[in-house]
């Protein structure tokens, strides 16, 4: 039996990032509802063909999305929480864009739903709202229109739908008691019929996404797949899709039921293909995942071709396939003129994908090894390529000396020596870096880059950005200082375009959420520092003040996290050399007599892995990357870090590995009540949560502040506390921030008087 091939899904903005532009243009009213649609399409079109030019045998349809797929099953599912119907009752493309945004062209405005990250990636989801309310009925057709929009075009096509179990698993309820598995039984209808109309349209096969099957289940969730997907067999075969990590610890719920096929993630799986081959029934598909949907590199087909080929006579039906979808990847590397050819033949992107997949069953079905030959070739050059391979920096990471990743003293004795250095009054205030991005500042930035301006004017502009903000933060009266990062376009491209072993691509977006795209820097070879990076600006800023100035750096963890990174590497062992050319600049900031350097490490969480079992192993060098970074200083330098957006209690002991001196939170969302979790584990160094909410635009009151200052210090004694905002304000307008930090001010002042 030959080897067919498919892919899980296709990114869905589009080359020129379409989708992002007509959503925002159709959301700002530039156009109607009507070419908006006609993007969708056009899009859809595009990328069927695409696909099927590639060399792709059966093409999913159903991956496309407005905003998200997590969302386009709740619409499917018609579960829309009432806020955000339309006034009639009726649900359409703005009841959507209501649930993700509050706002829409019509309709009122109200909150939106919340948004959390997509597994371990970087891609954000619509949280579904879940209670023993919720109505479901089949009340949005996008799917089944979009497979006779495909069949229509002739192409035979696999629909994706996200499983029943893992959209309740995602979704949340604000019913404390309620156990909301118990709404399974009112959503499989839905599904039913979905699945009979593409029974009624002769559709072979339907897949299934449950991803959650990689996580570890509790029983009642593991459990309730038999019954679950013993009311979708209806005459569609399903082939159940599990990705981002092995399901092996779930065979036991999953081989037993009446499904015809499985497809598994081999790349981020550690199979053994043998034993695969052995407990996977002999009569179902067994689809596998072989080319990476999460990265960007060319595959090295022959060492597939190798695995695969002896599967051939075993096995009547294998699919081979892209290991998750290649939403997350970007879609075509061939439109990157300016990477040098070497570099660029070593990455893959979606189109490219496709190819190695067309590639790899052909040689497969003709058994002919030698037709990849040429494909990965240049592998080989990479293998030693100098831009890879630098001798002195394996030799330093060898050198580590285990004193590296401790400070020379036990914080007790350090934040005395602190205290009298820097003589601050008790609540110091500060802000977490950044300051309002204003569109002149952009614009300069990218006239820069585009040379439409020189160093020397880009030199000024930047200095008087600076000039400003710290005469501003004087004005406030705030005790630590920053210098705003007006040189940043974003904390992760700043140091990666700063540091050698990085490239950028032109057009390799990627979608984060809704329209929002970001471009992950590229990590191709080994990490370096060639010269300090960010001690001009700093300098520049403490020159101005007799108030202390943070030195502000991304930590190692986040800049790996964001960033595509090499895959013959370990990523303990990429961000050990991160860290180390961090440490550089580090001391290079102690030494030009910056006494208070914070290092952001706002991915620290979100790199866990989805088992618990592989945590301690990820934290334990998460966070020795870090303390390599920071932890050579002296006794007298302060170290911060800022978190934000996490579950802090999944990280409770990583974070007093760390032991920085101070480490500043989000926390006005939980009001504070994460600083529980700090003073249950112990936590005896300096905190300062933050206090007021950045992501809205609203002005906090100096009583509401002042509020939440009294519940921090009702956790943490008033002598470990900071005060400062939640996050970094390069979003924010100067008019809300100036406002907002007057009040913050005010209020620590007022409390001040009576500790
Ligand atoms: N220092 C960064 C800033 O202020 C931190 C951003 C972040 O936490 N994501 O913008
Ligand atoms: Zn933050």
């Known amino acids: 039996m030959p080897f067919y091939n498919h892919i899980l899904g296709f990114p869905r903005i589009g080359i020129n990032r379409e989708l992002k532009k007509f959503q925002e243009n159709y959301w700002s009213g530039t156009i109607n509802k009507l070419e908006l649609l006609s993007i969708g399409k056009y899009l859809r079109n595009k990328h069927?063909?695409?696909?099927?030019?590639?060399?792709?045998?059966?093409?999913?349809?159903?991956?496309?999305?407005?905003?998200?797929?997590?969302?386009?099953?709740?619409?499917?599912?018609?579960?829309?929480?009432?806020?955000h119907k339309n006034i009639d009752g009726s649900i359409d493309i703005d009841t959507l864009f209501r649930i993700a945004r509050g706002v829409a062209p019509t309709g009122n405005s109200t909150t939106a739903s919340e948004m959390t990250k997509w597994f371990n990636t970087n891609y954000h989801y619509i949280v579904p709202e879940l209670n023993n309310n919720c109505s479901f009925e089949y009340s949005?057709?996008?799917?089944?229109?979009?497979?006779?929009?495909?069949?229509?075009l002739g192409y035979k096509i696999k629909p994706v739908l996200l499983g029943p179990i893992s959209y309740l698993w995602l979704g949340k309820t604000t019913e404390k008691t309620f156990n909301k598995l118990e709404l399974i039984n009112r959503i499989i209808p839905i599904y039913q019929h979905v699945i009979l109309e593409l029974h009624k349209r002769k559709i072979d096969w339907v897949q299934i996404d449950e991803p959650i099957l990689s996580l570890d289940l509790p029983n009642n969730w593991a459990d309730s797949f038999k019954n679950v997907y013993t009311s979708l067999n209806q005459g569609v075969n399903i082939l159940l899709t599990t990705y981002f990590g092995s399901v092996e610890h779930n065979f036991n719920h999953i081989l037993n039921l009446p499904i015809q096929g499985i497809h598994i993630d081999i790349v981020s799986g550690n199979y053994d293909l043998n034993q695969i081959n052995k407990i996977i029934p002999n009569d179902w598909l067994l689809s596998l995942g072989v080319i990476n949907g999460r990265n960007i590199w060319r595959a090295d087909l022959i060492h597939l071709?190798?695995?695969?080929?002896?599967?051939?006579?075993?096995?009547?039906?294998?699919?081979?396939?892209?290991?998750?979808?290649?939403?997350?990847?970007?879609?075509?590397?061939?439109?990157?003129?300016?990477?040098?050819?070497?570099?660029?033949?070593?990455?893959?992107?979606?189109?490219?994908?496709?190819?190695?997949?067309?590639?790899?069953?052909?040689?497969?079905?003709?058994?002919?090894?030698?037709?990849?030959?040429?494909?990965?070739?240049?592998?080989?050059?990479?293998?030693?390529?100098?831009?890879?391979?630098?001798?002195?920096?394996?030799?330093?990471?060898?050198?580590?000396?285990?004193?590296?990743?401790?400070?020379?003293?036990?914080?007790?004795?350090?934040?005395?020596?602190?205290?009298?250095?820097?003589?601050?009054?008790?609540l110091p205030i500060t802000s977490i870096g950044s300051l309002p991005q204003t569109i002149n500042l952009r614009k300069m930035r990218s006239d820069f880059k585009n040379s439409y301006i020189t160093f020397d004017e880009y030199n000024k502009g930047i200095k008087k950005y600076i000039k400003d903000c710290i005469a501003k933060q004087e004005i406030l009266d705030l005790d630590v200082l920053v210098h705003g990062e007006p040189e940043?376009?974003?904390?992760?491209?700043?140091?990666?375009?700063?540091?050698?072993?990085?490239?950028?691509?032109?057009?390799?977006?990627?979608?984060?959420?809704?329209?929002?795209?970001?471009?992950?820097?590229?990590?191709?070879?080994?990490?370096s520092r060639n010269k300090p990076i960010t001690i001009k600006w700093i300098s520049y800023a403490q020159s101005l003040t007799n108030k202390p100035v943070k030195g502000m750096l991304t930590?190692?963890?986040?800049?790996?996290?964001?960033?595509?990174?090499?895959?013959?590497?370990?990523?303990?062992?990429?961000?050990?050399?991160?860290?180390?050319?961090?440490?550089?600049?580090?001391?290079?900031?102690?030494?030009?007599?910056?006494?208070?350097?914070?290092?952001?490490?706002?991915?620290?969480?979100?790199?866990?892995?989805?088992?618990?079992?592989?945590?301690?192993?990820?934290?334990?060098?998460?966070?020795?990357?870090?303390?390599?970074?920071?932890?050579?200083?002296?006794?007298?330098?302060?170290?911060?870090?800022?978190?934000?957006?996490?579950?802090?209690?999944d990280i409770m002991n990583a974070i007093i590995q760390l032991d920085v001196d101070v480490i500043t939170l989000e926390a006005t969302r939980s009001n504070l009540k994460l600083l529980k979790f700090f003073r249950d584990a112990r936590y005896l160094n300096e905190i300062g949560?933050?206090?007021?909410?950045?992501?809205?635009?609203?002005?906090?009151?100096?009583?509401?502040?002042?509020?939440?200052?009294?519940?921090?210090?009702?956790?943490?004694?008033?002598?470990?506390?900071?005060?400062?905002?939640?996050?970094?304000?390069?979003?924010?307008s100067w008019k809300e921030v100036e406002k907002s930090l007057q009040n913050m001010v005010t209020a620590t002042k007022d409390i001040r008087k009576l500790i």
């Open 48 to 83: 069927w063909k695409q696909q099927k030019e590639a060399g792709i045998d059966l093409l999913p349809v159903g991956d496309f999305a407005w905003y998200d797929h997590v969302l386009h099953t709740s619409m499917l599912l018609g579960n829309i929480p009432n806020r």
């Open 140 to 152: 949005w057709t996008q799917l089944i229109d979009e497979v006779d929009e495909a069949l229509l």
């Open 305 to 426: 071709y190798r695995k695969l080929i002896k599967m051939i006579n075993i096995r009547p039906n294998i699919y081979i396939s892209s290991s998750c979808s290649l939403l997350h990847c970007p879609i075509d590397v061939n439109l990157e003129q300016h990477l040098n050819q070497e570099t660029k033949n070593w990455f893959s992107f979606a189109l490219q994908k496709c190819h190695e997949l067309f590639l790899l069953k052909t040689s497969l079905n003709n058994h002919d090894i030698n037709l990849l030959e040429d494909w990965v070739k240049p592998l080989h050059s990479r293998e030693t390529s100098k831009k890879v391979h630098k001798k002195n920096i394996t030799e330093r990471i060898n050198n580590i000396q285990t004193n590296e990743f401790k400070r020379q003293h036990p914080f007790s004795i350090r934040s005395k020596i602190q205290k009298k250095y820097f003589n601050l009054p008790i």
């Open 488 to 527: 940043r376009n974003d904390m992760v491209e700043y140091f990666g375009e700063h540091l050698d072993g990085f490239v950028f691509t032109k057009n390799g977006w990627v979608q984060s959420y809704g329209s929002r795209c970001v471009k992950p820097p590229i990590i191709i070879g080994d990490i």
């Open 555 to 649: 930590g190692p963890v986040t800049i790996l996290c964001w960033s595509f990174p090499r895959e013959d590497l370990s990523k303990s062992k990429i961000a050990m050399q991160i860290a180390l050319a961090l440490k550089d600049e580090v001391l290079d900031l102690e030494n030009a007599g910056i006494n208070i350097i914070q290092i952001d490490e706002p991915a620290l969480r979100e790199g866990l892995p989805l088992r618990k079992s592989k945590w301690n192993k990820y934290l334990s060098w998460a966070t020795k990357s870090f303390c390599l970074s920071a932890a050579s200083v002296k006794d007298s330098t302060q170290i911060h870090t800022h978190m934000c957006y996490c579950e802090f209690k």
């Open 689 to 732: 949560p933050g206090i007021y909410d950045i992501h809205s635009p609203n002005i906090p009151t100096v009583d509401s502040i002042k509020k939440l200052l009294k519940t921090a210090i009702h956790y943490i004694s008033p002598n470990r506390l900071w005060v400062n905002p939640d996050c970094g304000l390069k979003t924010r």
